[in-house]
């Protein structure tokens, strides 16, 4: 079951995304959702991103499944969750995870597509992440 984060679970979250390796940290318009395990301790993570109030665009990150809990679809899950409840999802994401955003309605943009489809917000958090990891593809849901 996915529970939208409640801000008093914070610490749990951090505690998650750094025993998993990945460092993220929540911000003003971020919504965070999560799948636990039964004794309630969180397994799986992701982040949606507005950015700015009303942005129509919400940038999806710090997708993290526990190792354990991996290959069981919970990934896939939390994706289709973010895109029922946002507008329009974007994802920064390396070309190996095409194949999971493809089967959650995602398209992958090319280099030239990019000024055309996201707004002026995420363009710029697109290239300052491409300048530390060339190979970054965007992956937007319509």
């Known amino acids: 079951m996915i529970h939208k984060l409640d801000?008093?679970?914070k610490k749990m979250l951090y505690r998650f995304y750094k025993a998993q390796g990945y460092s993220a940290s929540l911000m003003g318009y971020d919504t965070c959702y999560t799948?636990?395990?039964?004794h309630s301790?969180?397994?799986?993570?992701?982040?949606?991103?507005?950015?700015v109030q009303q942005n129509q665009q919400a940038l999806l990150?710090?997708?993290?499944?526990s190792?354990?809990?991996r290959n069981k679809g919970l990934a896939k899950n939390l994706i289709k969750h973010c895109v029922h409840n946002?507008?329009?999802?974007?994802?920064?994401?390396?070309?190996?995870?095409?194949d999971l955003y493809r089967r959650a309605g995602f398209s992958m943009l090319l280099n030239q597509q990019i000024e055309q489809h996201l707004n002026q917000l995420l363009i710029t958090r697109f290239r300052i992440y491409q300048q530390k990891q060339p190979l970054l593809q965007v992956f937007i849901q319509r």
């Not at 799948?35 to 039964?38: C, F």
């Not at 993570?45 to 950015?51: E, P, R, T």
């Open 7 to 9: 801000k008093t679970d």
């Open 61 to 65: 990150h710090g997708l993290v499944v």
């Open 86 to 98: 946002h507008d329009t999802v974007v994802c920064f994401a390396s070309r190996s995870l095409k």
């Open 67 to 69: 190792t354990e809990h």
């Open 41 to 51: 301790e969180i397994i799986a993570a992701v982040i949606v991103s507005q950015l």
């Open 35 to 38: 799948i636990k395990n039964k």
